[in-house]
Structures are given as structure tokens and as C-alpha cells.
């Protein structure tokens, strides 16, 4: 089975220059218009090609590729080019924002239609290398692009369960309701965080430490945490290389490693 989705692109070039959102070395990203997909340092973003999930999503040895890739995929960009000097994305805000405003600032141009395979059945994937507690439960279907992911802490740890949904067939809600949640990190990683050189790039205005009582700081969104673990939920999904308006996804408790996974089972189902 098979479905026809317009494919759209860029109007036009994008720079963005920062700090790498791990290394907080100088970066620099150019986004531009393209027909092959996309392409990261000239390496289809598919998720054959993701070398690595522990802290981020790399492709292409460019690391942190998940917001970019989320900003794209919820507007509805299908094909675009991407160049990277640094060897990673930069932290910027810690959302998507930054990227959306940058895309819809460029303007979206449509580059015709094209046949797309959908899923006849129900995809799952399970974590079953963690406890039963902690273990992340998704599924992917054929559907409209309805995203909805559940995050969980243990019951004496703020926030407890949240979920964050959106609708892909609207670009607006994507941009107002997701692409501004921040990435987080609980209060017990910090020294952890700290002494791998991670999170250079970011600071306190650009990540929500999770205390145990509730966030440090102001939040954007009341359930925050839950929209930017769904932010990174749909840039992991653009590795599947179909438009994510053909799709609905859910996802509880999963991370990089469980999206990727979910991606390539996905492409693996169609045989893409």
C-alpha cells in the first residue's frame, strides 16, 4: 500500500552559528534546499545510518541531529540538505524554536508529489534491557500524524507521569505547542554530566534540571518535560525517511536508542 504525500523543501539557505550543544565548541549548520531527502554531510538521515544513541541521536558524525530533524519533520519538510562544521548540532536554546523560526523565516517551497509506502500493521518496540520499572513501550501505525508520548518518574520524583501529544497536519501546533520545550536532565546526572564534558553548550535558561520536588527555575509549559521527550520522539521518527504526517506514533518511557530502533523496524516492515 502506498500513499502520496507532497514533498516540500526549503525556500532558501539558512545559517545558524553556536556552540555544540555537548562539546560548547564553535559550530556552525547550513540548511538547505534539496530533492534527495534528508541529508546530513551528505548522509541520508535514515536510521541505517545512526551510529550512535547514548546521549543523542549521530548520524553523518554529527551529534545532537534530533532537534534540527524535529524542527523538519514537524513542519512538514521532507527533503533538505544539511552541512555541519563541528561535528555537532548547537545547543542554542535547547529546543526546536530556534530551527522552526529560522525554517518558516525561509519559507517552505513544495516539490512535488510522491508515492510513500504506509504500514498495513501495528509496529511495536520494547526496552527489555532495563527493569521492568523503567522499560519504554512504542508502537507505530499508519495514521495522520498523531504523536503522543508518556513520560514517567517514580512516584517521589517531580513530575510523576505526563503526556504530550500533537497532530502533525498542523505545522502551527507543532511550532507553538512542542518546538519550544527544552531538553531536561535530572538533579542526580549533573556530576555524572559534568565529568564526561557533557552540556557545554547549554545553561541554565537552556535546560530544566528535574529536582526531585519539582524544576529548577520557570518552565515554559507546565508539562515540559514530557513535550521535549515528544520533541525528540518526532526527530527520531523522521529516520524512518517517510513523511510523519503518514504515521501515528505513541511512545512511554523511551529514549534514543528505543526511537532508532522503532525507525529501523519501521523501514525494515516496508522494506525501504
Known amino acids: 500500500m502506498r500513499t502520496v504525500v507532497l514533498r516540500r523543501t526549503l525556500a532558501r539557505d539558512i545559517r545558524i552559528e553556536g556552540r555544540g550543544l555537548h562539546s560548547g565548541a564553535a559550530v556552525v549548520v547550513r540548511v538547505m534546499p534539496g530533492e534527495t531527502g534528508l541529508r546530513i554531510n551528505g548522509t541520508a538521515a535514515v536510521a541505517e545510518n545512526v551510529t550512535d544513541t547514548s546521549r543523542c541521536t549521530v548520524l553523518g558524525g554529527v551529534g545532537v541531529v534530533e532537534h534540527l530533524l524535529s524542527a523538519l519533520g514537524g513542519l512538514g519538510i521532507t527533503d533538505a540538505e544539511i552541512e555541519v562544521v563541528g561535528g555537532e548540532m548547537p545547543g542554542l536554546d535547547g529546543s526546536a524554536g530556534p530551527w522552526v523560526q529560522a525554517i518558516l523565516e525561509s519559507g517552505v517551497a513544495e516539490i512535488g508529489p510522491a508515492e510513500f509506502p504506509v504500514l498495513f500493521d501495528r509496529v511495536y518496540e520494547k526496552d527489555h534491557e532495563t527493569p521492568a520499572d523503567r522499560r519504554a513501550d512504542l508502537a507505530a501505525a499508519r495514521g495522520s500524524g498523531h504523536f503522543r508520548f508518556t513520560f514517567e518518574t517514580p512516584a517521589d520524583r517531580w513530575p510523576g507521569v505526563q503526556t504530550a501529544e500533537v497532530r502533525l497536519q ?103
Open 170 to 272: 498542523s505545522p502551527a501546533e507543532y511550532a507553538e505547542q512542542i518546538a519550544p520545550a527544552r531538553t531536561l536532565v535530572f538533579d542526580f546526572e549533573l556530576p555524572h554530566v559534568e565529568r564526561l564534558g557533557l552540556g557545554r553548550g547549554l545553561d541554565e535558561s537552556s535546560c530544566i534540571v528535574l529536582d526531585p520536588a519539582g524544576p529548577r527555575g520557570d518552565t515554559r509549559f507546565p508539562d515540559e518535560p514530557a513535550r521535549h521527550k515528544l520533541l525528540d520522539l518526532i526527530g527520531d521518527m523522521t529516520l524512518t525517511g517517510l513523511p510523519l504526517s503518514t504515521l501515528d506514533v505513541t511512545a512511554r518511557k523511551s529514549g534514543h536508542r528505543t526511537h532508532v530502533a522503532l525507525a529501523l523496524k519501521v523501514r525494515r516492515v516496508l522494506g525501504v
